[in-house]
Nanobody
């Protein structure tokens, strides 16, 4: 059974930084794509950043230049470095992976205070 587990969320002041990690258990083969989504209260879940198996990255316009997604040395791990955080970045952040199916983590809360 494939499981994605996020870590690294928390409370930070505006302008600060946080790093999120996502590790996978239960899968032998590499995912085609991994990414981070977020969902703020009363809003739809949105893509934050993604990275393909080949290393291509994609970012939401709202985080370009502030967030960086990267793959880990361990297969099927992904990180999100978040700098210059803003209150509007407050959300639950979910790890996502695409292989033969689509997988989601349970999410980690990021709260940015003004």
């Amino acid at each position: 059974q494939v499981q994605l587990v996020e870590s690294g969320g928390g409370l930070v002041q505006a302008g600060g930084s946080l790093g999120l990690s996502c590790v996978t258990s239960g899968r032998i083969f590499s995912f085609n794509n991994m990414g981070w989504y977020r969902q703020a209260p009363a809003k739809q879940r949105e893509l934050v950043a993604s990275i393909s198996r080949g290393g291509s990255t994609d970012y939401a316009d709202s985080v370009k230049g502030r967030f960086t997604i990267s793959s880990g040395n361990v297969k099927n791990t992904v990180y999100l470095q978040m700098n210059s955080l803003k209150p509007e970045d407050t959300a639950v952040y979910y790890c996502n992976a695409v292989g033969s199916s689509i997988y989601w983590g349970k999410g980690t809360l990021v709260t940015v205070s003004s």
